[in-house]
């Protein structure tokens, strides 16, 4: 059974910097592409960044491009989320995802749908 575990969320200030993991189990790592997900109350789950297992290609959405990174070991099972100068519209719930590539990635990497496995989301408050 593949489980993915997100830990690191808190509560923060606008401008803190903070680090979520994703511990991967149940299956081979190095051959799944990765994303982070999140969701703020009353609204969509919504793409924030994505890393192939192909050369490492990373994506991101516009409103965390140049603050947060997305990085993998693939030695340890875990991707990350660097998130950087924090701001309160960050405030959300984070998911990581895995999808085990049943599409062309860069053609699907902000899609929810095309993800196979789901974290339980670990969650990120920025207070002002």
């Known amino acids: 059974q593949v489980q993915l575990v997100e830990s690191g969320g808190g509560l923060m200030q606008a401008g803190d910097s903070l680090r979520l993991s994703c511990v991967v189990s149940?299956?081979?790592?190095?051959?799944?592409?990765m994303g982070w997900f999140r969701q703020a109350s009353g609204k969509e789950r919504e793409f924030v960044a994505g890393m192939s297992w192909i050369a490492a290609t990373t994506y991101y959405s516009d409103s965390v491009k140049g603050r947060f990174t997305i990085s993998r070991d693939n030695a340890r099972s875990t991707v990350y989320l660097q998130m950087n100068t924090l701001k309160p519209e960050d405030t959300a719930e984070y998911y990581c995802?895995?999808?085990?590539?049943?599409?062309?990635?860069?053609?699907?990497?902000?899609?929810?749908?095309?993800?196979?496995?789901w974290g339980q989301g670990t969650q990120v408050t920025v207070s002002s």
């Open positions: 149940g299956r081979t790592f190095f051959n799944l592409n």
């Open positions: 995802a895995a999808d085990r590539g049943r599409h062309e990635y860069y053609t699907t990497y902000s899609s929810a749908n095309a993800y196979d496995y």
